[in-house]
């Protein structure tokens, strides 16, 4: 992917650039408001990520802004502003996702192919990863063919992972996509909660769906 | 700063209001003076001409003679001494109360002030001649006039120095009065402008409206010194939380620098140092969103929250990590979205949600296995109240207010996840939505109470 990276400090554009150059991403970078809004109306970028106290400037106009000439990259805020007001000003601006600093790279990473894939999200009735079948209007789960019973929060669970499949989801993605909780519990609540969707996916079966990516959350792919 | 009365604005105010009750009430009393004095004067003019027609009568009827006889009887010293008469006959005798013809009495037939030869009195006077040639004076003394407008000249002046005296008396007192108040606050401006914060102004029994400035400049002053001592609370721990994770963590990496080791050493060093980052962070957050919280700086909506939906959905969300625990949660609640019983608060439905998580959280933490959690929301009095109750080991009596303020951890729970700051954060949300935090013992465990006020019903 190609993405507009816009961050006044330097060491902190550093460790952006190398980290997702790491993960096979090309970055262009803006150091203040005008050069950000300047790129941004340029275009050209599968993403752009953008912190809020820049100068010149507020990213969120920038964002704004964008959205105001229908351009529609999508955008992550990078700030030191993590507040849940600051967090609405910053959805509402037209932004697809907010992340507090200090941030997690790895949740950074794992948010920016959500929101890049959040468009090509199809309408289907059926996800299928590999023997794993999950029917969203009968509401059942299939693995090769033989019928698993889940609870209606199992299946919102395994619903989330598999609308993200191929894609590492972080516990606090999906505390806000499964229960719309903006806050993470002190005890790793969606651990136990994985664990117990995962013996029911895996028991009897070869092959592990759920991944537990080290760090930073989950991912269901078929391998 | 010292300034001087009469720069103060109730001295001027009070001067001011001396001015025009001066005007109006010199007014008033001058149009006073001039009616009176008209009526005076045109009694006078009456009296005159009544004078004037009786003579010419009386010589009429039996000349000079009959005239002279009237004006020695109008004239006689037993008669009111305010008229005067003088009458010179043909021969030049002279009749009436005055020695002489005055100088500057008037043409026949005219009317005139004069000053009366002898005695120093003023008169209005009018003259008049007879066909036989006498010549006749008629007139009245104006001393009752003049005395008039004496006692109103004087009274005049004499209420103009009363007012003076009195107005700077009663300036010089409510400026004194005043410039004291203020100076009160004055003085507390400055010593808190020096750095003492608790400094509070005297508040008098009076009410007054210094009394109402210094209730609120109090009121203002309690808000920032607690402002100031949260931002303090924070700064203190902060400092006192972060330091030991931080210390850790650099430790963590020097060691692993020490000696050349294997990558997967190195790969498991890193790892522990980021989860020692992350513990740093959360903490770095928990501490800062309770700050916020506490200093009222969320600029939330508050909307309508049913707490049976809170409760419900955040049981969906425990209820795997109860069953893992061991523990049963049991829930008594009203049917949510309304109706009978229902359970609706005014505020951040993710910021209640939050608290009544670390709650929820906290009480299946501390559950021993086969214990049992009891969440309820019902109505209470004029609010509504939602209650977490456990039954694990609880909250000592002395330790459960000092829980609330600061952000301590308990030692008896040790080896369990640190629980003054959940609390903390909890006590902030209920300050923030005008709920009170309650620890009870549940004998045995712990009973938490958020009491939120109950929200209107809906429009």
Same mark, same amino acid.
């Given at each position: 992917m190609r993405i507009l990276v816009i961050e006044d400090d330097p060491g902190g554009r550093n460790v952006l650039v190398q980290g997702l150059a790491e993960c096979g991403h090309e970055t262009v970078c803006a150091a203040d408001f005008a050069e950000g809004l300047a790129l941004g109306v340029q275009g050209g970028f599968d993403a752009l990520i953008a912190d809020r106290m820049l100068p010149g400037g507020d990213g969120l106009d920038i964002v704004a802004s964008l959205r105001a000439q229908k351009i529609m990259t999508p955008a992550i805020f990078l700030t030191a502003m993590n507040e849940v007001d600051d967090r609405i000003a910053g959805l509402r601006a037209g932004g697809d996702d907010y992340i507090a600093k200090p941030f997690s790279f790895l949740e950074l990473v794992a948010r920016l192919e959500a929101v890049t894939r959040r468009q090509e999200a199809a309408a289907e009735t059926v996800l299928r990863v590999g023997d794993l079948e999950v029917d969203l209007l009968s509401r059942t789960v299939k693995r090769s063919g033989t019928e698993i019973v889940l609870q209606p929060r199992e299946f919102r669970l395994l619903e989330f992972l598999m609308r993200h499949a191929g894609q590492t989801v972080t516990r606090t993605m999906l505390l806000e996509g499964v229960w719309k909780y903006r806050f993470e519990p002190e005890t790793k609540i969606i651990d136990v909660q994985m664990s117990r969707l995962r013996q029911k996916i895996e028991r009897g079966f070869d092959t592990p769906l759920i991944h537990t990516v080290r760090g930073s959350g989950y991912c269901i792919r078929a391998d | 700063m010292r300034i001087s009365l009469s720069q103060t604005t109730t001295f001027r105010l009070v001067v001011y209001a001396c001015l025009a009750f001066m005007a109006v009430g010199g007014v008033v009393l001058a149009f006073l003076y001039w009616s009176m004095l008209s009526v005076i004067d045109s009694q006078i003019e009456g009296a005159l001409s009544r004078e004037v027609s009786d003579m010419t009568a009386a010589y009429a009827k039996g000349g000079y003679e009959r005239l002279r006889r009237t004006v020695a009887d109008r004239a006689s010293p037993h008669q009111d001494t305010m008229r005067i008469y003088m009458l010179i006959g043909p021969g030049g005798a002279a009749t009436g109360n005055l020695e002489t013809w005055p100088e500057g009495a008037p043409q026949p037939g005219q009317t005139a002030g004069i000053e009366l030869p002898h005695a120093a009195r003023m008169a209005r006077v009018r003259t008049l001649v007879f066909a036989d040639g006498s010549r006749l004076l008629v007139g009245r003394a104006l001393t009752e006039r003049t005395n008039f407008q004496l006692i109103v000249r004087r009274s005049l002046l004499s209420a103009l120095a009363a007012n003076l005296l009195l107005g700077a008396a009663a300036g010089t007192m409510l400026a004194l009065y005043a410039r004291r108040r203020l100076g009160q606050i004055n003085a507390t401006a400055e010593e808190v402008f020096e750095g003492d914060l608790s400094k509070r102004i005297a508040v008098g029994e009076?009410?007054?409206?210094?009394?109402?400035?210094?209730?609120?400049?109090?009121?203002?002053?309690? =808000?920032?010194?607690?402002?100031?001592?949260?931002?303090?609370?924070?700064? %203190?721990?902060?400092?006192?939380?972060? =330091?030991?994770?931080?210390? +850790?963590? +650099?430790?963590?990496? %020097?060691?692993?620098?020490?000696?050349?080791?294997?990558?997967?050493?190195?790969?498991?060093? !890193?790892?522990?140092?980021?989860?020692?980052?992350?513990?740093?962070?959360?903490?770095?957050?928990?501490?800062?969103?309770?700050? +916020?919280?506490?200093?009222?700086?969320?600029?939330?909506? +508050?909307? =309508?929250?049913? !707490?049976?939906?809170?409760? %419900?959905?955040?049981?969906?969300?425990?209820?795997?990590?109860?069953?893992?625990?061991?523990?049963?949660? %049991?829930?008594?609640?009203?049917? =949510?979205?309304?109706?009978?019983?229902?359970?609706?608060? !005014?505020?951040?439905?993710?910021?209640?949600?939050?608290?009544?998580?670390?709650?929820?959280?906290?009480?299946?933490?501390?559950?021993?296995?086969?214990?049992?959690?009891?969440?309820?929301?019902?109505?209470?009095?004029?609010?509504?109240?939602?209650?977490v109750a456990d039954n694990g080991p609880g909250i000592p009596a002395a330790m459960r207010t000092a829980i609330l303020d600061r952000f301590v951890r308990l030692d008896a729970a040790a080896g369990k996840q640190g629980f003054g700051l959940g609390l903390s954060l909890v006590s902030a949300v209920a300050e923030w939505h005008g709920a009170r935090l309650e620890l009870a013992d549940n004998a045995p465990g712990l009973r938490a109470s958020l009491l939120f006020p109950a929200a209107p019903a809906a429009s």
């Amino acid at each position: 992917m190609r993405i507009l990276v816009i961050e006044d400090d330097p060491g902190g554009r550093n460790v952006l650039v190398q980290g997702l150059a790491e993960c096979g991403h090309e970055t262009v970078c803006a150091a203040d408001f005008a050069e950000g809004l300047a790129l941004g109306v340029q275009g050209g970028f599968d993403a752009l990520i953008a912190d809020r106290m820049l100068p010149g400037g507020d990213g969120l106009d920038i964002v704004a802004s964008l959205r105001a000439q229908k351009i529609m990259t999508p955008a992550i805020f990078l700030t030191a502003m993590n507040e849940v007001d600051d967090r609405i000003a910053g959805l509402r601006a037209g932004g697809d996702d907010y992340i507090a600093k200090p941030f997690s790279f790895l949740e950074l990473v794992a948010r920016l192919e959500a929101v890049t894939r959040r468009q090509e999200a199809a309408a289907e009735t059926v996800l299928r990863v590999g023997d794993l079948e999950v029917d969203l209007l009968s509401r059942t789960v299939k693995r090769s063919g033989t019928e698993i019973v889940l609870q209606p929060r199992e299946f919102r669970l395994l619903e989330f992972l598999m609308r993200h499949a191929g894609q590492t989801v972080t516990r606090t993605m999906l505390l806000e996509g499964v229960w719309k909780y903006r806050f993470e519990p002190e005890t790793k609540i969606i651990d136990v909660q994985m664990s117990r969707l995962r013996q029911k996916i895996e028991r009897g079966f070869d092959t592990p769906l759920i991944h537990t990516v080290r760090g930073s959350g989950y991912c269901i792919r078929a391998d | 700063m010292r300034i001087s009365l009469s720069q103060t604005t109730t001295f001027r105010l009070v001067v001011y209001a001396c001015l025009a009750f001066m005007a109006v009430g010199g007014v008033v009393l001058a149009f006073l003076y001039w009616s009176m004095l008209s009526v005076i004067d045109s009694q006078i003019e009456g009296a005159l001409s009544r004078e004037v027609s009786d003579m010419t009568a009386a010589y009429a009827k039996g000349g000079y003679e009959r005239l002279r006889r009237t004006v020695a009887d109008r004239a006689s010293p037993h008669q009111d001494t305010m008229r005067i008469y003088m009458l010179i006959g043909p021969g030049g005798a002279a009749t009436g109360n005055l020695e002489t013809w005055p100088e500057g009495a008037p043409q026949p037939g005219q009317t005139a002030g004069i000053e009366l030869p002898h005695a120093a009195r003023m008169a209005r006077v009018r003259t008049l001649v007879f066909a036989d040639g006498s010549r006749l004076l008629v007139g009245r003394a104006l001393t009752e006039r003049t005395n008039f407008q004496l006692i109103v000249r004087r009274s005049l002046l004499s209420a103009l120095a009363a007012n003076l005296l009195l107005g700077a008396a009663a300036g010089t007192m409510l400026a004194l009065y005043a410039r004291r108040r203020l100076g009160q606050i004055n003085a507390t401006a400055e010593e808190v402008f020096e750095g003492d914060l608790s400094k509070r102004i005297a508040v008098g029994e009076g009410g007054d409206e210094y009394d109402h400035v210094a209730q609120n400049i109090n009121a203002m002053l309690d =808000r920032i010194q607690s402002l100031v001592a949260t931002v303090r609370g924070v700064t %203190e721990n902060i400092a006192h939380d972060l =330091r030991t994770p931080l210390n +850790r963590l +650099r430790g963590r990496l %020097e060691v692993a620098l020490m000696a050349p080791r294997s990558p997967e050493d190195y790969q498991a060093a !890193l790892k522990r140092a980021i989860s020692d980052s992350e513990t740093i962070v959360d903490t770095f957050n928990g501490i800062l969103k309770i700050a +916020r919280i506490k200093a009222g700086a969320l600029a939330l909506p +508050r909307e =309508r929250v049913d !707490l049976a939906e809170v409760a %419900e959905e955040l049981a969906d969300l425990y209820q795997v990590f109860a069953e893992e625990s061991g523990v049963t949660v %049991e829930m008594r609640l009203p049917p =949510r979205g309304g109706g009978e019983g229902s359970v609706f608060v !005014l505020g951040d439905p993710h910021l209640i949600s939050q608290a009544a998580a670390n709650l929820l959280d906290n009480a299946i933490k501390y559950s021993p296995p086969g214990g049992k959690v009891t969440v309820t929301a019902v109505k209470a009095g004029d609010g509504v109240s939602l209650t977490v109750a456990d039954n694990g080991p609880g909250i000592p009596a002395a330790m459960r207010t000092a829980i609330l303020d600061r952000f301590v951890r308990l030692d008896a729970a040790a080896g369990k996840q640190g629980f003054g700051l959940g609390l903390s954060l909890v006590s902030a949300v209920a300050e923030w939505h005008g709920a009170r935090l309650e620890l009870a013992d549940n004998a045995p465990g712990l009973r938490a109470s958020l009491l939120f006020p109950a929200a209107p019903a809906a429009s």
